[in-house]
C-alpha cells in the first residue's frame, strides 16, 4: 500500500496535525503543487513515506490558500519549497551551517538524505533536544543566498 500524502490548506487543519501528532516528527511541506522544485521534493517525500512512517508523518500544506498566510509569514517562508518539523506542538530546528535553522530551504538530493535528517530530528527530540545537527554533508544541504535590505 503506497501513502498518500495529505494537502492541507486551512489554519484549522494545520493547527490540528501540528496537535495531534504524537511521539512521531511531523513534516510539512509548504509549497505549490505547480512549482517543478516542489514537485521534486514531493517525489522524495512520497517514495520515503513508508521507510520513515514509523517514526514521522508528512503532510502538504498550498501556500496559496489564503487562510495559512498566517504561518508563511511566522515561520518567514519566503522561499519555496521550504519544509518545517515538529515533535510533540514543539518547533525541530537544524543547525546545516546556513544562517537559518528553522526550516528546511528547498529539495533534498535523495530519498536517503530526507530519511536521515527526519531520523537525525527524532533521535534528537526523543533526548529532548529542540535543535540538531544536520546529518548531511555539506555539499547536499541546498545554498540560497539571502539577501537582507537596509531600512
Known amino acids: 500500500m503506497d501513502c498518500l500524502l495529505p494537502t492541507l490548506t486551512k489554519k484549522k487543519e494545520i493547527d490540528c496535525i501540528i496537535r495531534d501528532t504524537l511521539d512521531k516528527v511531523l513534516v510539512l511541506r509548504f509549497g505549490r503543487s505547480s512549482d517543478a522544485l516542489c514537485l ?43 519544509t518545517i518539523f ?38 534528537g527530540a526523543m533526548k529532548g533536544k529542540l535543535i540538531v545537527n544536520c546529518p548531511l554533508p555539506q555539499e547536499r544541504i541546498p545554498k540560497y543566498q539571502l539577501l537582507y535590505k537596509d531600512f
Request: hydrophobic share 45%.
Open 86 to 123: 515538529f515533535f510533540n506542538a514543539h518547533h525541530m530546528k537544524m543547525d546545516s551551517g546556513a544562517a537559518d535553522h528553522t526550516k528546511w530551504v528547498g529539495s533534498f538530493y535523495t530519498k536517503q538524505d530526507f530519511i536521515d535528517v527526519v531520523e537525525a530530528i527524532f533521535r
Open 40 to 82: 521534486q521534493l514531493d517525489d522524495i517525500l512520497l517514495k520515503a513515506c513508508r521507510e520513515v512512517s514509523r517514526f514521522a508523518s508528512v503532510a502538504l500544506v498550498d501556500v496559496d490558500s489564503q487562510d495559512v498566510q498566517v504561518y508563511l509569514k511566522y515561520f518567514d517562508i519566503t522561499l519555496l519549497p521550504s
